[in-house]
């Protein structure tokens, strides 16, 4: 640490992104990520003249990716704000509308990098307790009085709550934000976009990461009414004016207008996760239903859950691992990759579970004789 | 301005990017953008395979990246952090190392950016005056006992400061940060690069958007002692860890090694500039001696700078005007295009001139009558 680091950054806890290990190839269902291509509009999109035009600064406004995303969801340009990646709009979300000292909730089970904003930002953030089920506590947010953040579906629980449960919280909370991250709705979450134009004070946050298969790509936007995004943009221009790169956005428009591709790679998700889950429930895992593009599942009972991920990992599996929580800690997250993926995972997890289950007999053998 | 945008935002002066009008064809000189084009190497890297790889999270410590920036400038890469743009890197030290209410110095005529950032987030910002001749008071700086971010090569002045007067405001502030913006400095200024082992209080800012051709592009960089470099990554893992995204840093790698062809671009751009001030003191203008890749010349006296600006407009080039500030107002800024570009300006500068001159004529003889 720097002798000039702010005060209060020593105990700071860095969000922590799924592992990208290089040591060999693995089958990666550590992210959330997407095993399926970007569409291949974007590979046409990127002609040299765009990669030569880099010489000069791209639209600031973002005015055809705005347009582009606003006719695909039914919302005039006005209405639409850009990010580089999803994290970025909800940092110029908090940047905006979020005072020092005044509580934000959240489920205290969710996407960590609100947590991690906020404290960076030494905003107060206050973890609404999910119930025992990983479901939201829905009257708890209504009732709470703040500004309220949440995952829907959440991560890493994969459950959801209605659009009516949302409006319940906006429409109790008039004079707060609810800010309805909806990166996995596309797997079949209930979308809150019918709320913007009934209420102020919602902002519904998509990303290109995970339903346009473009993590690596850093595009997200959010939707809300017009002097929200107003707002956003003001502070977006003291703080990061060209934020989204011409190939951002060049790619970003692209992709969006092929609404066929990706909803095709949604339904292959939708069906490799069916299939994934019947699996689990084979091997006798309990499961938490999920909506979105991953399973959380509780690995223990039959193998301890951070002994499965090591050992996925041994076979060059990468699954995601939440120890740190007591109720997280026998679970494990799996990301729905290609059904050919899904299938080495299971053929895998039986061979580990086998394998777990006969040094247990030969340890009990050897401690009984 | 909706209900829940921040106190003390109300009054917030946004930053001004060089106008992008797209009526007509333009001959763009009013951002001090490249018209090369970047590299063609980033053309070869742009691969199919890693279009597809988009699927996927990029690495967000940008390892690859920092490794070939660190190789081009003699630095490992635990000393370069990089970000989306030279202004994204100078958000995240200003997030990281400078306090609410406590001031930072830098000269009163210079990049504007310093300015709205700081205003955004509550840091006071001391306006050092610069000369009258536009260069840096030094002395200053040296004495104000306060963080310090100067533009090195001066953007729009074009006046830099030598690498010895950079140590003196660095050795005689031990205890405060300095942060020195080099984006113009391969066109003619003195890099403060050897003090980064010799001091830890320096950060040299650097960006692809000039001398790489690649403002689109949004990369930028910096390079400081390795604590400080530590703490940045620390507060983007809490703020937009995934800030650079795939192509960024394909494409940024591609560029950075290509070292032959930008500095063939640099000597070009150096060679037109020669043209163009001689062009200008020709004209009868008074110019300001410039080490970066733009002109800051004194229009009033032959033509009032605005009524310049605007004619050159009409005629279809853009440059820059800073009205604001009554130092500046008899001003404009051309950027150094490719030389027959700077011809096109010459020529319709002396034809907006004689046009000019013209007009007096008769606007005398008519009040005359």
Do not use: W
């Not at 502070?235 to 970003?252: A, E, M, R």
């Not at 996925?312 to 290609?338: A, M, N, Q, S």
Request: charge should be negative; charged fraction near 25%; glycine fraction near 6%.
């Amino acid at each position: 640490m720097s002798y000039f680091f702010l005060d209060g950054y020593e105990s700071m806890e860095t969000y922590n992104p799924g592992e990208q290990p290089h040591d060999r190839p693995y089958i990666k269902l550590n992210a959330n990520e997407s095993s399926y291509p970007p569409s291949p509009a974007i590979l046409e999109a990127l002609t040299s003249v765009q990669i030569n035009s880099l010489a000069y600064y791209e639209d600031p406004y973002n005015i055809k990716l705005r347009e582009a995303i606003g006719e695909i969801y039914g919302f005039p340009k006005e209405q639409i704000f850009v990010g580089n990646g999803a994290d970025e709009v909800i940092a110029f979300i908090m940047m905006s509308f979020f005072r020092e000292g005044f509580p934000i909730a959240s489920n205290d089970i969710t996407y960590d990098f609100y947590r991690t904003y906020a404290q960076t930002f030494h905003l107060k953030y206050r973890k609404i307790p999910v119930k025992a089920d990983f479901s939201t506590d829905v009257d708890a947010l209504v009732e709470c009085g703040c500004d309220v953040i949440i995952a829907n579906p959440n991560n890493p629980t994969g459950k959801a709550i209605s659009c009516a449960d949302v409006e319940r919280i906006v429409k109790k909370n008039e004079k707060r934000l609810v800010i309805v991250d909806e990166a996995y709705v596309d797997f079949g979450g209930e979308t809150a976009l019918s709320l913007v134009d009934k209420y102020p004070n919602i902002i519904v946050v998509r990303t290109y990461s995970k339903s346009r298969n473009m993590a690596g790509a850093r595009i997200g936007f959010c939707v809300a009414n017009q002097d929200i995004i107003d707002d956003m943009r003001n502070v977006k221009f003291c703080v990061s004016p060209f934020n989204l790169n011409t190939l951002s956005q060049v790619i970003g428009i692209a992709a969006i207008k092929d609404t066929k591709y990706y909803d095709e790679c949604i339904k292959e998700v939708i069906e490799t996760r069916s299939y994934f889950e019947s699996e689990l429930l084979r091997m006798g895992f309990e499961i938490v239903p999920t909506v979105t593009n991953f399973c959380f599942f509780k690995a223990s009972g039959i193998i301890p859950a951070e002994l499965l991920t090591e050992r996925l990992k041994e076979h060059g599996i990468l699954v995601r691992y939440f120890g740190f929580e007591p109720r997280t800690k026998d679970y494990v997250r799996v990301t729905i990759g290609r059904r050919a993926e899904m299938e080495i995972v299971v053929r895998n997890m039986k061979a580990i579970i086998e394998e777990y289950q006969a040094e247990k007999v030969s340890n009990a053998r050897r401690a009984a004789s």
